[in-house]
């Protein structure tokens, strides 16, 4: 890499009050993850969430009430 590239690198791990190599290795890990495919249990844990929404049965807080419920607001 050259400096420049490092240096913006630097910058940014300092923002996360991280090392460059952690910073880089974090940055590195997150981004495979996002291309990795969600695990079984996941995608088990979607479908009976998907289900309960289609037979009607999944209850859920509009998110007013969430924010309310957490002393903030939109």
Do not use: C, W
């Not at 009050?17 to 495919?37: G, I, P, V």
């Amino acid at each position: 890499m050259d400096d420049k590239t490092i240096k913006i690198l630097e910058e940014q791990a300092k923002l996360q009050k991280r090392s460059l190599k952690n910073y880089l290795e974090y940055t590195l890990e997150d981004t495979a993850m996002r291309y990795s495919e969600p695990s079984e249990e996941y995608k088990k844990m979607m479908d009976a969430m998907l289900s309960r929404m289609e037979d009607g049965t999944l209850g859920t807080i509009p998110l007013s009430e969430v924010l309310k419920r957490y002393g903030r607001e939109l």
